[in-house]
């Protein structure tokens, strides 16, 4: 694990979509996962402008979104499909057919995480997968006692995790399992606040355990964490 500290928020969002805008000059149809969350906001806005200033080309590119609420429509407020489009869709040249993210609409999730696996594969795998991480050590919705061979699938979330992002009454997600990121080539981990200053230090120097799912990343070859200095604050 590479862990990079930066002094606040804003340099971890201009380091991070600098990193993605490496990934996608080099190769131009590279397949990313994507985040959702408070903590890659001002990255999106960082990759937005690097469109409109001419810097960089998404014409190529294929994104999955690494999660999604369900039951859920995707023109619910809380939805991710709702908060990729104001916050990047809509601004960029993702061809919409490229774009991916469950549907928190369906009646069958079963055969939509299934899919999602099979699109997944179709595309070669993720080159660059972009995480942020719960209190709770989740990665993408995948809560403590995910299994290390968890693919796409229909979770039940912590209660916890229900309160602290969603007004209504949802309290299930469709997720990327921990295998279909474990799968990715390179991935970015981004932590920044107090709050994150436990998990993160779970994440680098506890034991690898589903009792903190990001702690499994300790075994991926090449994963890199971006921390504010107060996610790094319990490091040493
Ligand atoms: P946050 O969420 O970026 O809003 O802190 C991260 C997560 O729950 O994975």
């Given at each position: 694990?590479?862990?990079?500290?930066?002094?606040?928020?804003?340099?971890?969002?201009?380091?991070?979509?600098?990193?993605?805008?490496?990934?996608?000059?080099?190769?131009?149809?590279?397949?990313?996962?994507?985040?959702?969350?408070?903590?890659?906001?001002?990255?999106?806005?960082?990759?937005?402008?690097?469109?409109?200033?001419?810097?960089?080309?998404?014409?190529?590119?294929?994104?999955?979104?690494?999660?999604?609420?369900?039951?859920?429509?995707?023109?619910?407020?809380?939805?991710?499909?709702?908060?990729?489009?104001?916050?990047?869709?809509?601004?960029?040249?993702?061809?919409?057919?490229?774009?991916?993210?469950?549907?928190?609409?369906?009646?069958?999730?079963?055969?939509e995480c299934k899919e999602y696996e099979e699109l997944i594969d179709k595309y070669g795998?993720?080159?660059?997968?972009?995480?942020?991480?719960?209190?709770?050590?989740?990665?993408?919705?995948?809560?403590?006692?995910?299994?290390?061979?968890?693919?796409?699938?229909?979770?039940?979330?912590?209660?916890?995790?229900?309160?602290?992002?969603?007004?209504?009454?949802?309290?299930?997600?469709?997720?990327?399992?921990?295998?279909t990121i474990m799968q990715s080539n390179q991935i970015l981990l981004l932590a920044s606040?107090?709050?994150?200053?436990?998990?993160?230090?779970?994440?680098?120097?506890?034991?690898?355990?589903?009792?903190?799912?990001?702690?499994?990343?300790?075994?991926?070859?090449?994963?890199?964490?971006?921390?504010?200095?107060?996610?790094?604050?319990?490091?040493?």
């Amino acid at each position: 694990m590479k862990v990079k500290v930066f002094n606040n928020y804003q340099s971890i969002c201009s380091k991070a979509a600098m990193l993605i805008s490496k990934q996608i000059i080099k190769k131009p149809d590279s397949a990313l996962g994507l985040p959702t969350g408070s903590t890659p906001i001002t990255m999106y806005e960082k990759l937005v402008s690097f469109y409109e200033e001419g810097l960089l080309d998404y014409s190529e590119i294929t994104t999955f979104n690494l999660d999604e609420y369900y039951p859920i429509s995707p023109d619910n407020p809380d939805s991710f499909f709702r908060y990729m489009h104001k916050r990047f869709f809509d601004h960029v040249n993702v061809p919409e057919e490229r774009v991916h993210i469950l549907d928190g609409s369906t009646n069958k999730p079963k055969e939509e995480c299934k899919e999602y696996e099979e699109l997944i594969d179709k595309y070669g795998g993720l080159d660059l997968t972009i995480l942020g991480i719960g209190e709770n050590g989740h990665i993408a919705y995948n809560e403590p006692n995910s299994a290390p061979g968890s693919q796409t699938r229909l979770v039940e979330l912590e209660e916890a995790t229900v309160n602290s992002k969603l007004s209504g009454e949802i309290n299930q997600a469709l997720t990327m399992g921990i295998r279909t990121i474990m799968q990715s080539n390179q991935i970015l981990l981004l932590a920044s606040g107090k709050r994150k200053a436990e998990p993160i230090t779970k994440t680098i120097k506890g034991p690898v355990t589903t009792d903190h799912p990001a702690s499994f990343l300790q075994l991926h070859p090449s994963v890199t964490l971006y921390l504010d200095t107060d996610a790094a604050a319990k490091l040493n």
